[in-house]
């Protein structure tokens, strides 16, 4: 099995993040999302319209999302790796800002 992991905020979702998911998932047969808790988006200077727990809800309500874990820290990601045993790991790029 390979799994996949991603990381982001995902507040107010919209088709890039679906476009998002859905292509991580094409990469492996289970996909990771590790989403932003409230306390670690003050630190990077965010303020999400949703809660942790409603973001949460909404991510595992979509079919390319297998597990979403919190994301606490920057330091996090290579335990996330060796915890989950993560084959490939996507991050977002964005363009034009």
């Excluded at 979702?13 to 670690?40: M, N, P, Q």
């Excluded at 920057?74 to 996507?90: A, C, G, L, R, S």
Aim: hydrophobic share 35%; glycine share 6%; no cysteine.
């Amino acid at each position: 099995m390979r799994r996949v992991l991603t990381y982001g905020t995902f507040d107010l979702l919209h088709y890039g993040h679906i476009r998002l998911l859905k292509r991580a998932k094409e990469l492996g047969d289970y996909l990771i999302v590790a989403l932003s808790t409230d306390e670690f988006n003050k630190i990077k200077g965010k303020a999400a319209y949703h809660n942790y727990e409603t973001r949460k809800k909404m991510l595992e309500a979509i079919r390319y999302v297998d597990l979403v874990i919190p994301e606490n820290n920057w330091e996090q990601k290579i335990d996330d790796i060796k915890e989950y045993k993560v084959d490939i790991t996507v991050m977002r790029r964005r363009l034009g800002r």
